[in-house]
């Protein structure tokens, strides 16, 4: 299977090093794209320096926007498997096998690495850990299964959610809103328990009380989204 690595990263020169050498541990035969969302500092160099791909976009478009660049890489080219890893080093490498085992085996079309099923390592800052269990509310609420970590951008996907992906993918906080849209469209979403680190250097993009205007813009696009499909449904089945 074609598998792609996708990293998307805004000034993480000083963490992009490390990530990309853990990933020459790896068994499996991948390729890595790194999506440089329109950095500051040197990331670009780097990581074409370490001989990835490298798509530099002329904007910064955020993470729903890098990602969603990087979804559409995969999809022109053809790969069967995508798996986000964020450029930050918080999400290890060395859990990757065990995230696509359930894509391989054709047993989930999503699957989310999940630092709240063992609950071990990094857990996150303490408005994060709000989010997470605002949204995991809201998930269990609208979809009737429980995600514990909805806000998790290390992920991994197939050739279908690539295709929806591509086409269309949530601008902010995006994982949530993610798993909503597959869930009431009956696609497979799992969890694996995953160890992630705290950022080592630099600054997260969604800090502080951005956390909680990121809770109410998401929420409200969920909510907006039930409601609109809903309204569709009754219309056409009248």
């Known amino acids: 299977m074609k598998i792609l690595i996708i990293v ?3 000034n993480e020169s000083r ?3 490390r990530l990309l050498k853990k990933f020459k541990s790896l068994s499996l035969q991948f390729d890595i794209v ?5 950095s500051t500092d040197n990331t670009s160099e780097i990581a074409k320096k370490h001989g990835v791909i490298v798509i530099d976009l002329p904007c910064n478009l955020g993470i729903g926007g890098a990602v969603q660049t990087g979804y559409l890489y995969a999809r022109n080219n053809n790969y069967d498997v995508a798996i986000q890893v964020d450029g930050d080093g918080q999400h290890n490498p060395e859990y990757i096998e065990n995230l696509i085992a359930p894509i391989i085996n054709r047993s989930a079309n999503l699957v989310i690495g999940s630092r709240y099923i063992k609950k071990e390592g990094f857990q996150s800052s303490y408005l994060r850990r709000i989010g997470i269990s605002y949204f995991k509310g809201l998930i269990q609420v609208l979809c ?3 995600i514990t970590d909805p806000t998790s951008g ?3 996907c197939d050739s279908n959610i690539i295709s929806l992906f591509a086409s269309n993918y949530p601008k902010d906080y995006p994982e949530p809103e993610s798993i909503v849209f597959l869930l009431r469209n009956n696609f497979k979403v799992l969890e694996v328990p ?6 080592e250097a630099g600054k997260s993009s969604i800090r502080s009380f ?3 205007y990121y809770m109410i813009k998401v929420s409200l696009a969920i909510l907006i989204d039930v ?8 219309g056409f089945e009248e």
């Open 154 to 156: 290390f992920r991994a």
């Open 210 to 212: 951005k956390t909680i």
């Open 15 to 17: 963490n992009l090093v």
């Open 194 to 199: 995953v160890v992630m680190n705290d950022r």
């Open 8 to 10: 998307p990263a805004f």
């Open 34 to 38: 790194v999506i440089n969302d329109c």
């Open 144 to 146: 009737g299964k429980t």
């Open 227 to 234: 409601l609109r499909r809903r309204a569709t449904k009754v």
